[in-house]
């Protein structure tokens, strides 16, 4: 029996079990792992798991549900246990499928490479290995290694409801990432660097990827603590891609009725600098984030929730779309055990015209942010703390390393404070940003 047959058998069940609607995802998939530390294998995984989880409604009541055993019993057991959960639930009048589901499009977004499901399992292992071993060559100063990682994953999604939509897709990914260790004076520092693609060509070699991360890691031997001072902040595109994620917490429909969010009440107002513009693309072409439709069916799309610093939209699941009183944006995400709640595509913030280099140059005296520790963000008021370590500028130029500092500030006034963006957008993951300048921040050391 197909996944499409399954599903459609579920949702039949789900009405003689007495629901008046339900949706039904089925995922199957297989990961496969292996970590190397000074070329030895540490761990080696390889699995293959399938579930199926199932929304019911019962008027506006309803109940989520999932399981990994697909027999006919045990689903009919599942899907009665859900109706009755439902009926003992609240009456939540927002609840329930969307209003309209389109029938599922036929398109091909570059989502799967049969290719990574054909590299043997010896050549993962060795793709780990030689971007460990480069960045040993770098430079004697990396003398050990957090571990080199290869992973992998093939999967189909099927989804469906009781109005009668059907959608299916394939994907797969593969990263690779490497960890080393650099040691000078006898002071240790450590840094990363990562390469991920669906597809197997779009991978760095491991070569590259083991000379980044060696380069990363020495650059930040001889790090010292700065004295407090309120300078420009500079954030490179990891970081950068860090704040956007806090960003798109704030947009979220849920944070808005939950008024857990800084900018309610402030749609279609200027919240940022002119040069920020948000873009959630769900149908990017071999996109990390991409899919044909969203996780309750509806189909994706490109939102820009905010264009040239002018909050234009919230991004919304059906739910908090209702709750609300907006349109739904396509911006569903949903797993097998629990329901859809609003996740990202392919978010970006779209690169400017400056070159990352520009960016420094202009900079009197500053700090360039290459990592930020813990979370430090409350979205309630805006207000941000977070730890970092980096480069300090001095007339332009990169000084020396610096670490166990802070900045702080509030991500409105961060936003509104953007003087500068680079052209440097490269999608690592799901979630991407070029270089970015915030014209003052506070960065407390010493």
């Known amino acids: 029996m197909s996944y ?25 998939g297989s990961s496969f792992s292996v970590t190397v530390r000074r070329g030895e294998i540490e761990t080696l995984k390889q699995a293959r798991a399938k579930a199926l989880g199932v929304r019911v409604f019962v008027g506006r009541r309803h109940a989520v549900t999932w399981t990994s055993d697909f027999s006919t019993s045990a689903l009919r057991s599942l899907l009665a246990d859900a109706v009755g959960m439902a009926r003992a639930s609240g009456d939540d009048e927002h609840a329930g499928l969307p209003d309209e589901t389109p029938p599922a499009e036929d398109l091909d977004l570059g989502l799967v490479d049969p290719a990574l499901a054909g590299v043997p399992t010896e050549e993962r292992i060795e793709a780990a290995r030689r971007a460990e071993a480069a960045a040993f060559d770098t430079s004697p100063e990396i003398v050990n290694s957090q571990g080199s990682s290869y992973a992998s994953d093939e999967g189909e999604l099927v989804l469906a409801n009781s109005l009668g939509f059907m959608g299916s ?69 990891e970081t950068a891609s860090q704040l956007l994620g806090h960003v798109f917490g704030a947009i979220n429909g849920y944070a808005v009725f939950r008024s857990s969010t800084f900018l309610k009440d402030r749609l279609g107002e200027l919240v940022a600098s002119p040069l920020v513009t948000v873009v959630d693309e769900g149908r990017r072409p071999g996109g990390l984030g991409a899919r044909p439709f969203d996780g309750e069916g509806s189909p ?5 929730p905010i264009e040239n610093g002018v909050l234009r939209h919230w991004l919304c699941d059906w739910y908090s779309a209702r709750k609300i009183g907006a349109p739904p944006t396509g911006s569903a995400r949903r797993g097998v055990a629990g329901g859809p709640a609003v996740g990202p595509g392919d978010l970006s913030l779209a690169p400017g015209d400056r070159s990352p280099e520009s960016l420094v140059e202009e900079v009197e005296q500053g700090l360039y942010v290459t990592d930020l520790i813990g979370f430090g963000v409350n979205l309630v008021t805006g207000d941000f703390s977070q730890g970092a370590a980096g480069l300090w500028i001095e007339k332009g130029r990169f000084a020396h390393p610096v670490n166990e500092i802070t900045i702080a500030g509030n991500l409105g006034q961060m936003l509104l404070d953007v003087d500068a963006v680079g052209d440097d957008l490269v999608f690592r993951s799901s979630v991407a940003a070029p270089t970015l300048r915030v014209r003052r921040m506070t960065v407390s050391g010493r």
């Open 4 to 28: 499409r047959d399954l599903a459609d058998g579920v949702l039949a069940e789900a009405k003689r079990a007495g629901a008046d609607a339900a949706d039904v995802v089925v995922s199957d």
């Open 169 to 237: 897709y394939h994907t797969s990914s593969a990263s690779i990432s490497v960890g080393p260790v650099a040691q000078r004076n006898g002071s240790m520092e450590r840094d990363y660097w990562y390469t991920t693609s669906r597809r197997r060509d779009g991978l760095l070699s491991p070569e590259e990827l083991g000379r980044i991360a060696a380069e990363r890691t020495l650059r930040r031997l001889g790090a010292r603590q700065p004295r407090t001072s309120h300078v420009p902040v500079v954030f490179d595109p």
């Open 300 to 304: 994706t799309r490109r939102n820009v």
